[in-house]
């Protein structure tokens, strides 16, 4: 079986950035995802990016698109036009997040006038429109989660609240995704968790994200990449293999979905999405 696909991208600067995103979206399309997620970060600038980059989603057709909302450097007020503006757009999918300070390493703190945490913002929504709501799960644990039974306990919270999905944290080991669905289901939740599938663009890049985000990354994997820092080729074929294990791994496990964080570039996606069966409608377009 085909599994379904979403694709996750960030909003572009001006300029060349923005010309290579819209380009990635244009390779991509054809794969025929479920939907496409937009981020939306701390900052009032990239706020306003994101906004004028999904309207311009939604112009081109892009219909499936779905808009990230967070509590931080916003207030309820703001989140609630926001997305009151996006539904008479026709956008109907949102992904509910916390969100994360705009400082490394300064704790978390939700606008004064915004909304709590991320089972709050779900519940407000509802209340707005009948958005199709994703949210996020960590199978390591989020690093403010003081243990796993909490931050369990916090996602059943989202979908208590009317959440429809989880898009997991990245993570690089099949069995780390498989326990924590399995803990979830033990918890009580019966709602679909969609593993997210980071290619590795720039090992050193990630190895410092994951140590921030608490994601593991397995002695295995680090001897992989030893060495290919200067051969770009090597490493996104190594990059792509090591992709495809890890999806073909949980796809024999009963996963039917995968969340791919794309980095606002196409070809890994392609090639791991091809590996795994998702290319008819690339072949048909072509």
């Known amino acids: 079986m085909t599994p379904s696909i979403s694709f996750e991208f960030f909003p572009p600067a001006p300029g060349k950035a923005e010309a290579r995103f819209w380009d990635t979206v244009e390779r991509l399309a054809p794969l025929d995802p479920a939907f496409l997620s937009l981020t939306f970060g701390a900052g009032g600038t990239t706020q306003s990016r994101s906004d004028r980059t999904l309207r311009a989603l939604l112009a081109r057709g892009q219909a499936d698109a779905a808009g990230h909302l967070t509590c931080v450097g916003i207030t309820r007020a703001e989140v609630d036009a926001l997305a ?13 997040l916390r969100g994360d300070m705009p400082g490394l390493n300064e704790p978390y703190a939700p606008h004064p006038e915004g909304y709590r945490n991320a089972a709050d913002l779900v519940a407000g929504l509802r209340r707005i429109a009948e958005f199709d709501i994703s949210v996020a799960a960590y199978p390591e644990c989020h690093p403010d989660s003081p243990d796993p039974a909490y931050d369990l306990d916090n996602l059943k919270r989202k979908f208590d609240a009317g959440a429809h999905r989880a898009l997991t944290q990245f993570f690089f080991d099949a069995e780390v995704f498989l326990r924590f669905r399995d803990s979830a289901v033990r918890a009580g939740i019966e709602a679909p968790i969609v593993p997210g599938i980071l290619p590795i663009t720039d090992y050193a890049k990630i190895r410092a994200f994951s140590a921030r985000c608490g994601a593991t990354i397995p002695d ?7 060495g290919l820092d200067q051969d770009p080729e090597t490493r996104a074929m190594v990059a792509a293999t090591t992709a495809s294990e890890l999806c073909r791994r949980l796809l024999a496990e009963g996963v039917t979905a995968f969340h791919f964080y794309t980095l606002n570039q196409a070809p890994l996606s392609i090639a791991i999405c091809r590996m795994l069966g998702a290319h008819a409608a690339l072949e048909e377009a072509a």
Do not use: I, N, Y
């Not at 295995?220 to 030893?226: S, T």
């Open 220 to 226: 295995w994997l680090a001897e992989r990449f030893e």
């Open 84 to 96: 009151r503006s996006w539904a008479e757009a026709g956008l109907h999918r949102v992904v509910a």
